[in-house]
């Protein structure tokens, strides 16, 4: 194997490699791609790493050969200490551990709970919305989901300090990427504060659920046991729960912002969807088993999710040299998966947003379960992603059934990738009821 060569691509200047075009060109990856093809080498953010695009290496990293990657020393410093050591930053037989005790939250009678809430939320939520001149989807999208997440995975009573967490949050998730310098004042010192006030908020909401056994995310956390008798400790709960409630609201906040920006540019798209829902309204209001029956919608969020992911890629560190593709990849480098890139790799005309693709007559998607990986893929696919597929369409389901909603001319649509994808302008729009 060694005398294999390394994967083509180039390592950029000193010490900096091709950092500064990975952070500022959305391009990035698929300029290269062009050039190099699927498979290729770059340096960023202090390492030498290798790119995977497509379903092929997405399978390779996800699955088949995960063993050779590390999910641990993958993740830049910032995510590292500002996450802990939660399920993102953890593998092996900790991480089976771990996500085998945090599973049923998330799965069958559990998630089954969590679907008034939702509902109620988000009728709220849109009326609210409704009421005003002109919304700022993104900002307002994310005071919605934030809610959601904090009343369902940590319990958080009516009246709770939600805005001052959402801006926790905020500072937690603009510190990821930014220069590790822990000044106050500076983006990554006001994130490490803002974590430790998220941590202690936690932790009182965590002696709050010993007194009061509840039927949150939290509260099943504090009650789970696994067959051998293993439970998550207080401290590890308290980091689980900060990841939880950041992985589940940025990324659905992206999603919901995406499609209805979709939706506003498509009009037979947006019709299609409302009459669909029109005709499971004419039979009542919505339920869970209303959600199982709406092909069309399911379709309309798979191809927004395709085209607009919210998280452009996965990190992780090699652990052990592997061969891929006739080239070597050497132990301690970085591997990168990159899912912008993937999701259009398998597709006919992949730019154009056509919700029918994933029509059954046409299933483009079929030939590989890798050729969509907006939640990741393989044994660690993304978590939530049940929760986040409940969220979205109710909220999706009941905007289509009784509001219209118009984007305003003059706004800047281009899409920026980091922290999490969003439109420039946040999405200005006004709502209305039908
Ligand atoms: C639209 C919404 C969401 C998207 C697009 C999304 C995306 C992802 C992706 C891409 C990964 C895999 C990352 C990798 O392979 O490196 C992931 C993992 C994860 N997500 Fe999500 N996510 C969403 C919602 C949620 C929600 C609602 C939660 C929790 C409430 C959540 C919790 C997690 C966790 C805990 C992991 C790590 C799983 C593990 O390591 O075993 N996510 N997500």
């Known amino acids: 194997m060694t005398s294999l060569p390394l994967p083509p691509g180039q390592l950029g200047l000193p010490l900096i490699g091709e950092t500064p075009s990975f952070l500022l060109d959305p391009r990035f990856a698929a300029k290269r791609q062009r050039r190099y093809g699927n498979f290729f080498k770059t340096h960023i953010l202090g390492s030498p790493t290798v790119v995977f695009i497509g379903p092929e290496g997405c399978e390779f990293l996800l699955s088949s050969h995960m063993q050779h990657f590390a999910w641990k020393g993958g993740w830049p410093q910032n995510f590292q200490e500002l996450l802990g050591e939660s399920l993102f930053l953890q593998d092996g037989e900790t991480h089976r551990r771990n996500r085998r005790l945090m599973m049923p939250a998330f799965h069958g009678k559990a998630l089954e709970g969590y679907f008034s809430t939702m509902m109620n939320l988000a009728e709220q939520y849109q009326q609210d919305w409704a009421q005003q001149d002109e919304l700022t989807v993104f900002p307002a999208m994310k005071q919605f989901t934030f809610e959601v997440a904090s009343v369902l995975l940590v319990g958080s009573p009516p009246g709770a300090p939600i805005d001052q967490l959402s801006q926790w949050f905020t500072d937690l998730t603009n510190g990821l990427f930014a220069p590790p310098l822990r000044w106050r004042w500076l983006p990554y010192g006001r994130a490490l504060r803002a974590r430790d006030r998220l941590l202690t908020y936690i932790e009182e909401m965590i002696q709050t659920r010993q007194a009061n056994p509840t039927q949150d995310v939290l509260g099943l956390l504090l009650q789970t046991e696994d067959e051998a008798g293993n439970r998550l400790s207080q401290e590890e709960i308290k980091v689980q729960t900060l990841l939880m409630l950041f992985a589940g609201h940025e990324t659905t906040t992206s999603l919901l912002t995406s499609l209805m920006m979709m939706l506003g540019q498509h009009p037979a798209v947006l019709q299609q969807a409302r009459e669909e829902q029109d005709a499971l309204a004419a039979t009542g209001t919505l339920t869970l088993d209303q959600l199982k029956q709406m092909p069309y ?25 592997f061969e891929f593709k006739g080239y070597r990849v050497p132990a301690g480098w970085l591997a990168l998966y990159r899912i912008n890139e993937t999701n259009r790799a398998a597709y006919a005309a992949p730019d154009r947003f056509d919700p029918d693709r994933f029509s059954p007559g046409r299933a483009e998607h079929r030939p590989s379960d890798y050729s969509l990986v907006s939640f990741g893929g393989g044994p660690r696919v993304c ?3 049940a929760f986040a597929k409940m969220e979205m369409k109710i ?27 969003r439109p420039a302008s946040g999405l200005k729009l006004s709502l209305a009821r039908r």
Do not use: H
């Open 297 to 321: 919608l399911d379709q309309v969020l798979k191809e927004t999710e395709r085209l607009y992911p919210p998280v452009g890629g996965g990190f992780r560190q090699v652990i052990k040299p």
């Open 383 to 385: 978590l939530g992603l």
């Open 395 to 421: 909220f999706a389901a009941l905007l289509l059934r009784r509001y219209t909603w118009r984007l305003a001319a003059n706004q800047d649509l281009s899409m920026k990738p980091i922290p999490t994808l």
